[in-house]
């Protein structure tokens, strides 16, 4: 049973299209994080959300916290092609801040020009 | 800065033998994990350590051992290689906390 679902698992759309993807749980986090990834490397940190109901805004980016703090998305505004990568949210289960990582299953984003 | 480095890039094994791969981190971080990346699967936690002489089982552990010597390095075991282990396979290291996790560049292993 994965602990984080994210939907959709791929997006195909064009350039200049905005996109939501979402990262939804029954278990309460203390914290959320979203990584985006390229291929032949390792994900990278995009952003941390630690209070529910937060907001944060990273350029085109908007990420969001829910109110309950089980759930998360990330809304792109005038996808670009550079935008394409896979993008995965990571959680610490138990409401501990000191554990281990899961992620979700991950997002395939693809921009075409 | 070196980061987290994980060694081979490349590697492919034959049914039942026996390899390590290795990870080493140079930012004196006190936890480490090694997950595994499969289409459709996201990354997995294989196993993870929260300090020197301390290591613990993720959600897929059989068929794979660490042990934790060092702050710097954290090597994982494969005893038995089979085809379900082809798969790429990250390092990853981080503070307490909330810090982001810091990953490797990753090894691609093939098991024939």
């Known amino acids: 049973t994965q602990l984080l679902e994210q939907s959709p698992q791929f997006l195909s759309i064009q350039e200049g299209e905005n996109l939501t993807v979402y990262c939804n749980s029954s278990?309460?986090?203390?914290?959320l994080q979203w990584y985006r990834q390229e291929p032949g490397e390792g994900p990278v940190l995009l952003v941390t959300v630690v209070t529910g109901g937060e907001v944060k805004k990273l350029k085109r980016l908007t990420f969001q916290f829910g109110d309950a703090r089980k759930d998360s998305s990330l809304h792109i505004t005038a996808a670009q092609p550079g935008d394409t990568g896979l993008y995965l949210c990571?959680?610490?289960?138990?409401?501990?801040?000191?554990?281990?990582?899961?992620f979700g299953q991950g997002t395939i984003l693809t921009v075409h020009p | 800065n070196a980061g987290v480095t994980q060694t081979p890039k490349f590697q492919v094994l034959k049914t039942g033998q026996s390899m390590t791969l290795q990870c080493a981190q140079d930012?004196?971080?006190?936890?480490m994990s090694w997950y595994r990346q499969d289409p459709g699967m996201g990354l997995r936690l294989i196993h993870y350590?929260?300090?020197?002489?301390?290591?613990d089982q993720g959600e897929v552990p059989n068929g794979y051992n660490v042990s934790r010597s060092t702050t710097e390095d954290f090597p994982l075991r494969l005893l038995s290689a089979a085809p379900s282990q082809t798969s790429v396979y990250f390092c990853?290291?981080?503070?307490?906390?909330?810090?982001?996790?810091?990953f490797g560049n990753g090894t691609r292993l093939t098991v024939t």
């Open positions: 350590s929260v300090g020197a002489g301390i290591t």
């Open positions: 990853a290291s981080r503070t307490s906390g909330n810090s982001p996790l810091h």
């Open positions: 278990s309460v986090f203390s914290s």
């Open positions: 990571a959680a610490i289960a138990g409401g501990t801040s000191y554990g281990k990582l899961t």
């Open positions: 930012m004196n971080h006190e936890y």
